[in-house]
């Protein structure tokens, strides 16, 4: 099982940056996806959610409007499209997958940094 996150990097203030959570090793159309963020000092925090089927997303109060979650079950691929960034979005984003009769596994992260 492996999940690799991508994408990351430093943007400012008000900028775009899309992750993608390229995942193998199980059957990525039965599983559930969820982007998570910690930031130094901080615990680590659900960001957003999307079902197996990508029929129903769910974000934290914090991102949305601003971010997506949308899923690729053909190229066992997630997506986090993140707008209109701001410094309290800086944080190590990791991907998250859990199906049927799993304890789920858990990407390696990716840094996003936004700052002027």
């Known amino acids: 099982v492996q999940l690799v996150e991508s994408g990351g990097g430093l943007v400012q203030p008000g900028g775009s940056l899309r992750l993608s959570c390229a995942a193998s090793g199980f059957t990525f159309s039965t599983a559930a996806m969820s982007w998570y963020r910690q930031a130094p000092g901080k615990e680590r925090e659900l960001v957003a959610g999307i079902s197996s089927g990508g029929g129903r997303t769910n974000y934290a109060d914090s991102v949305k409007g601003r971010f997506t979650i949308s899923r690729d079950n053909v190229k066992n691929t997630v997506y986090l499209q993140m707008n209109s960034l701001k410094p309290e979005d800086t944080a190590v984003y990791y991907c998250?997958?859990?199906?049927?009769?799993?304890?789920?596994?858990w990407g390696q992260g990716t840094q996003v940094t936004v700052s002027s």
């Open positions: 998250s997958a859990i199906w049927p009769f799993s304890t789920g596994a």
